[in-house]
């Protein structure tokens, strides 16, 4: 099945705890990013990679850790999540440039209790 | 930075009715724009992009844009809304390094039937 997957699509973790949430996309796009979306803000960029073994910043790094080791995945940790980490988090991907326009998973919410 | 506004953070239209979303942005060079919808639950899917040319942008789903330079404005319009154009609208603008989409806050749009 091609596309773009995200597992889990709900998760419930408590303060402290590591969590990791993974991207999946079969098309062998090189840029992949992740988005963390609240009321209010829009969609806000946390990390993105152009390639596998080259990440980068984003507006919203703080507090996430990722990793890009093979081109069609791209996870994202939480080493000690916290209460304002919850959020609804999208991953993308996009052949090349954001010129191309993105393709979006269907997301994951989070809830840190 | 680059900035994206949407002014209008909820609409109601009457189904057959015309819609016009407003977004403003702020980029310093020839700025690349982009819309997205997200139905609820679901990720983004691209409507439609401008990069250069035609300032009247055709999209799907009926969709048009047009790119106002002088205005800083890239508002998306449909002539006759359908109530399955209920959904969230997202503006964004690209950077010219391809590596970065700064999303607005999103607007939601109602269809009364």
């Known amino acids: 099945d091609a596309g773009i997957t995200q597992s889990p699509r709900y998760k419930i973790t408590e303060t402290g705890r590591q969590v990791t949430l993974m991207c999946h996309q079969t098309w062998s796009h090189s840029y992949m990013f992740w988005y963390r979306q609240d009321l209010g803000h829009g969609l806000r960029l946390i990390y993105y990679?152009?390639?596998?073994?080259?990440?980068d910043k984003g507006e919203v790094p703080d507090g996430y850790v990722v990793s890009r080791s093979k081109t069609e995945n791209f996870p994202l940790t939480l080493e000690s999540a916290t209460r304002s980490q919850t959020s609804v988090y999208f991953c993308?991907?996009?052949?090349?440039?954001?010129?191309?326009?993105?393709?979006f998973g269907s997301g994951t919410r989070l809830t840190v209790v | 930075a680059q900035s994206v506004t949407q002014p209008d953070i909820h609409i109601t239209v009457s189904e057959g009715a015309s819609l016009e979303l407003r977004c403003n942005y702020s980029y310093g060079a020839t700025p690349y724009l982009f819309w997205y919808v997200q139905s609820p639950g679901q990720g983004l899917q691209l409507l439609l992009k401008y990069f250069s040319g035609d300032t009247l942008v055709q999209g799907i789903k009926g969709f048009e844009a047009e790119f106002k330079r002088s205005q800083s404005s890239f508002n998306l319009r449909k002539p006759s809304v359908h109530w399955s154009d209920a959904a969230e609208y997202f503006c964004a603008v690209g950077n010219n390094a391809g590596n970065m989409l700064t999303f607005g806050g999103g607007t939601r749009l109602m269809v009364k039937p």
């Open positions: 990679s152009a390639a596998a073994d080259i990440t």
């Open positions: 993308a991907s996009s052949a090349g440039t954001s010129l191309y326009g993105y393709t």
